[in-house]
């Protein structure tokens, strides 16, 4: 493997842990923080009630879905770190190393509730804490930081493959550049052409002349 390539990938790969590092430790702080002071008390109103700040434990997924089946949770959550764990060796993105970071992130967030939190391993409810324009949570499901960063991670990587943006680093055409490709050939193949018509019609022009000579010399 090129040395280039080597210090990309150690790069990339640096990028993706330190982000989902970031994120996890910043969830796991909030988290601690809302059940010490949150706990057992009333909203409390952030940005004049844009956000308020609450302890909110959920058994279900991201944004309460899934309150049922809380034993689904943690599995799916294996399942996609090993996922992660192969498509990240072959990213040489910048971007995409955001992205999956953020994804990491979230998933080793809110699978550490799952885990260790009450009522056992496997069944822990998350907890949430930010509840948007309702002090009740009614207007738009209460959420966490883990949860954040899976709905950006998640959108980045729909924005990157809408993109062409590949995760090698490469970049695919859009459908316009596409098009300029394909008119630009064509005018190449027919300028080609061109000159490959003229030169035939040249040589009849030339071969007549040369009869009309012969025949002009004959008479003389």
Known sequence: MAQGSTIDRRRVLALFLGIALAVTAIDQITKHLTVVYLDDREPVKVLGGLVYLMHVRNSGAAFSMGTGVTWVFPIVALVVLVVLGFVIRNVRSTPWAVALGLV??????????????????????????????????????????????????????????????????????????????????????????????????????AGGGASRSGEEAGTA
Do not use: Y
């Open 104 to 205: 990491l992130g979230g998933v080793i967030g809110n699978l550490g509730d799952r885990l260790f939190r009450s009522p056992g391993p496997f069944m822990g409810h998350v907890v949430d804490m930010v509840s948007l324009l309702d002090e009740r949570g009614r207007g738009f499901p209460v959420f966490n930081g883990a949860d954040s960063a899976l709905t950006i991670g998640v959108a980045f990587i729909i924005l990157l493959e809408l993109t062409g943006r590949q995760r090698d680093g490469t970049r695919l055409p859009s459908r316009a550049e596409q098009k300029a490709a394909e008119q630009k050939a064509a005018e190449e193949k027919a300028a080609e052409q061109k000159p490959a018509e003229r030169k035939p019609a040249e040589e009849t022009a």
